[in-house]
Every structure is written in C-alpha cells, then in structure tokens.
C-alpha cells in the first residue's frame, strides 16, 4: 500500500466519522412543531434558529469530502500494478534453486525369457 493511498485512506474514515455524528445530531422535522411553542430554542448554542443551518452546510461539506475520496480511492487502487502469480516478483534463495534431475534413459522392453511362466500343473482357465 503506497502512502498516499494510505493518508487518503485515513481521511476518507475520519471524513465517514464526523459526517455520521453530523447527521446524528441534526433534528428530526417532526422536531420544529415544538419549536413554535417556546420549548427553549432560543438558549441553544447555536441561537433562536437553531443548529439546523450549520449542521446542514457542515453534512454537505463533509458529503462532498466523502464523494471525493471515494473516487481517489477508487483511481488509486485501480493504478496499482496487479500481480499474476503469488511467486512474480520473489527471488529464490539459492539454497533452494535445484538443478534439474538428469532425464533417465528409456527402459527397453523386457523379452520373453526374463518373463517369469506359470507353473505346468495349474491350469490355464478355472475349474467348472
């Protein structure tokens, strides 16, 4: 793994984190109607309207990040070189880079006299 893909890598999780925790604390739309009924809003941290306008600016930010990384990620690993053999690329200890064998010589046929024969007094076919 090379390091820019590495750093990119590292990125792209850290970018997936804060976008998770931005989308968790975004409210609900069912969560205005209360809003309207002076449930406090107006001491938030974010002031009287809400975090509604940073969080959202702040997921697409971080949407936007998320796509571009993504697609680095995907070109990166698409550049790397892909091995055809587990083996491509290692070198043989030279412990182990064995001469080949030298190749036997063919055995003849063996004649008719080096064949052992059966014995006279059995008989050729079985007994009925």
Known sequence: ?????TLVLIAHVVIASLMIGAVLLQ???????????????SGTVFGSRGSANFLTRTTA?????FFVTSLS??????QRPVATSIMEGQEVPAELNFEPAPAAEPVAPAEQ????T?????PAEPAQ
């Open 1 to 5: 793994m090379t390091t820019i893909h």
């Open 27 to 41: 409210r609900g739309k069912g969560a205005d109607a209360g809003a309207g009924f002076g449930s406090g809003a």
């Open 61 to 65: 930010i971080l949407a936007t990040l």
């Open 73 to 78: 990620l995907a070109y990166i690993g698409s």
């Open 113 to 116: 006299s080096d064949l052992p």
């Open 118 to 122: 059966a014995p006279a007094d059995v």
